[in-house]
């Protein structure tokens, strides 16, 4: 991996290993193993890569804020915005492991394995929809908590998943279980 790394990938690799937590008819929280870093004007496969529009408006918030879209117009995507303000760089949770409310998980997504491996199954873990877009993880429904660091040796970095522009940037980081 680079020795520098830019805010939006700094940002998706603080986020392996913590946790987000929703309490939405019940509580269900996953450890984040899975994230994907979209760096806006700069970066042709981010959806704010071409402006801001009514669709993506949220990804143009301030750090913190969390931008949900409908990913083929089948599955809702949680996406990080990481600021500043105006810029349109957001880091997609893509998958993880759930740690806590299983029954609950398993209940919403109608069996017992791949709960949450996936950005639609992890939003349908946590019951997140579009109604969470432009919520702020400071005040809104879901929250995130930062894990312990994990040691880079765990941490793989791969070519981002289902993109067909800047398919070079190894902004995909796995978090390798111990």
């Known amino acids: 991996m680079p020795d520098r790394y830019s805010r ?7 986020l392996l290993g913590g946790c987000i937590t929703t309490d939405l008819g019940g509580r269900v929280s996953v450890v ?12 042709p496969a981010s959806h704010a890569y071409r402006g ?13 804020t969390l931008y949900v879209y409908r ?19 957001a ?7 759930v740690v806590e409310g299983r ?7 109608g069996r017992s394995d791949h709960l ?28 995130l908590e930062k894990g312990p660091t994990p040691d880079p040796s765990r941490i793989k970095a791969t ?8 398919t070079n940037r190894s902004w995909r980081f796995i978090l390798i279980a111990a």
């Open 103 to 109: 029954k609950l998980v398993m209940e919403r997504r």
């Open 71 to 89: 990913s083929y117009g089948v599955h809702w995507c949680v996406n990080l915005v990481t600021g500043p303000e105006g810029v349109g760089e």
């Open 116 to 143: 949450s491996d996936g950005p639609g199954k992890l939003t349908q873990a946590l019951a997140i929809t579009g109604e969470m877009d432009g919520t702020s993880v400071h005040t809104g429904p879901i929250h």
């Open 159 to 166: 070519n981002r998943i289902g993109i067909t522009k800047a």
């Open 52 to 64: 801001k529009t009514a669709r993506n408006a949220s990804m143009f918030g301030p750090a913190g």
């Open 91 to 97: 880091v997609l949770i893509r998958g993880g492991r």
């Open 32 to 43: 984040i193993e899975e994230v994907e870093a979209y760096g806006g004007a700069d970066d």
């Open 8 to 14: 939006v990938e700094e940002v998706a690799l603080s």
